[in-house]
């Protein structure tokens, strides 16, 4: 497996690892990645200054990947970590911490501070991982990401 930058070539896939992964958790819905029209289309959304993605890669194939983005409206010093979907065979082996540790590193480099996310209660098991590598719950959302189905929000320092 590598990790590596994200790729023109690489929309089609990462796109349907994100829907897979919501249908899989029966949360295919709007307000959320799953109906954004940026999640066809990742390499321009990520052209945008201060943001990155990359993708994890396995034997040829995009199984994973996970970004940072300057959401409109966050805190001054904030990025938001954004679309971190692996694909469900290969979950559990690492893969999500090591775009998550990536992530952070890069927002570090660019200079942010703090690191915010969204999610759904549905996603247990990324919940979990996030909890584990830090990240405190909050009581409301930060900035406009347009995910307005996500009930759960969550930041930590870098």
Request: aromatic share 10%; proline share 4%.
């Amino acid at each position: 497996m590598v990790i590596r930058p994200l790729r023109p070539g690489d929309n089609k896939a990462m796109a349907a690892v994100i829907r897979k992964a919501l249908e899989e958790y029966n949360v295919a819905l709007p307000g959320t990645v799953y109906t954004d029209p940026t999640t066809d289309n990742l390499f321009n959304l990520f052209k945008m200054i201060g943001s990155a993605y990359w993708v994890a890669e396995s034997e040829g194939r995009v199984i994973g990947g996970a970004g940072i983005y300057p959401t409109f409206g966050l805190p001054e010093g904030y990025v938001e970590l954004v679309k971190l979907y692996v694909d469900s065979s290969f979950r559990s082996k690492g893969i999500g911490q090591k775009l998550i540790l990536l992530c952070m590193e890069k927002a570090h480099s660019h200079g942010y501070t703090n690191i915010y996310l969204e999610t759904l209660p549905e996603l247990k098991r990324a919940v979990s991982l996030y909890e584990r590598m830090g990240f405190n719950i909050l009581t409301n959302s930060l900035g406009n990401s347009g995910h307005y189905a996500c009930s759960i929000w969550a930041e930590r320092e870098i």
